[in-house]
């Protein structure tokens, strides 16, 4: 059963910045779009970024637009989600999956979200402002 493992959340203040980690072991990324999600309590679950395996695009969602980065190291089959200029309403549980039906990204709309699987249990992202 493959499952992701996030790694990186932490508490940070306001302004700061975090890494998040995720990786299955065992596990080859190649060939599978790879995306973080975050779930506030109380809020629908939000697609945050992604990235391709395809062709390395990313995608991001417009609230993390200029304040987020993700990428790949493949010869570690782990995807990172380097976070800048944190806010508070950045708060959430952040986990990764992989689209088990592209290798290219579309976008996070809540009308893609049927298409992930290997979902991580999460990692804690809390900003005190």
């Known amino acids: 059963q493959v499952q992701f493992v996030e790694s990186g959340g932490g508490l940070v203040q306001a302004g700061g910045s975090l890494r998040l980690a995720c990786a299955a072991p065992?596990?080859?990324?190649?060939?599978?779009?790879i995306a973080w999600f975050r779930q506030a309590p109380g809020k629908e679950r939000e697609g945050v970024s992604c990235?391709?395996?395809?062709?390395?695009?990313?995608w991001y969602g417009d609230s993390v637009k200029g304040r987020f980065t993700i990428s790949k190291d493949n010869a570690k089959d782990t995807v990172y989600l380097e976070m800048n200029t944190l806010k508070s309403e950045d708060s959430a549980v952040y986990s990764c999956?992989?689209?088990?039906?592209?290798?290219?990204?579309?976008?996070?709309?809540?009308?893609?979200?049927?298409?992930?699987?290997?979902w991580g249990q999460g990692t804690q992202v809390t900003v005190s402002s």
């Open positions: 990235i391709s395996s395809s062709d390395g695009s990313t």
């Open positions: 065992g596990f080859s990324l190649a060939g599978y779009a």
């Open positions: 999956a992989a689209n088990l039906m592209r290798s290219r990204c579309i976008g996070l709309g809540t009308g893609t979200h049927h298409e992930f699987g290997y």
